[in-house]
């Protein structure tokens, strides 16, 4: 009986300590796997910095979307981050404006859908029509020769209005905009 419990602990320990080594290597393999260096870095910052409008590029990784491309983040000269998607061929994507110079809340979910705040979502706001107006001119200043499809307002923390429009080419952008009409952000619409 002894025998056969020291048979079974001589499969089991091995076996389990392969599955371990298995799954750091397979998680270290899977973090570099994101991660852009050399030439490729390089370039890939090139372009973003200046999609940015100059500055610093800190962070490069492939995209996560499931598309061929890159995500740069980048530090401006006056300590605002920048992040560029780029695609495959280094063409600029979208690229969004960080509001503030803290990112600690920027992955946070604001929505609540458990009626503990009995004001309604911003984004369930009717627009006047001087802010739709003037959310058509701001998204059609962005991608000239577009038409506009949606405008509405926004729930998402420093952005005001959503515009969506289409392009000459029939490429739809979703367009963010801030209170002041500014542009935060620009996305194609895949």
């Known amino acids: 009986m ?3 419990r020291l048979r079974s602990k001589k499969v ?17 393999w899977v973090a570099s796997a994101d991660e852009v260096r050399g030439d490729e870095r390089t370039r890939a910052a090139d372009a ?3 999609a940015a409008g100059g500055g610093r590029a800190l962070d490069v990784e492939r995209a996560d979307d499931g598309e061929d491309g890159y995500e740069v983040e980048v530090l401006l000269e006056d300590g ?18 960080d509001d503030d110079r803290d990112d600690r809340d920027d992955d946070r ?4 859908d ?6 309604p979502d911003a984004d369930d ?15 059609l200043t962005e991608k000239p020769g577009s038409t506009v499809i949606d405008v509405e307002a926004s729930d998402v923390r420093g952005v005001a209005y959503e515009v969506e429009v289409r392009d000459a080419d029939g490429l739809e952008w979703d367009i963010e ?11 194609a619409d895949r």
């Open 2 to 4: 002894k025998i056969a």
């Open 12 to 28: 089991v320990i091995p076996a389990t300590l392969a599955v371990a080594a298995l799954a750091v290597g397979g998680t270290v």
């Open 48 to 50: 973003a910095t200046s």
């Open 80 to 97: 605002r981050e920048v992040d560029v998607l780029l695609d495959e061929d280094l063409e600029v994507v979208s690229t969004e404006h």
């Open 109 to 112: 979910d604001d929505d609540r």
């Open 114 to 119: 458990d009626d503990s705040d009995e004001r």
């Open 125 to 139: 706001r009717v627009l006047s029509d001087a802010e739709r107006t003037a959310a058509e001119k701001a998204a």
């Open 177 to 187: 905009l801030d209170a002041d009409f500014g542009i935060v952000a620009t996305h």
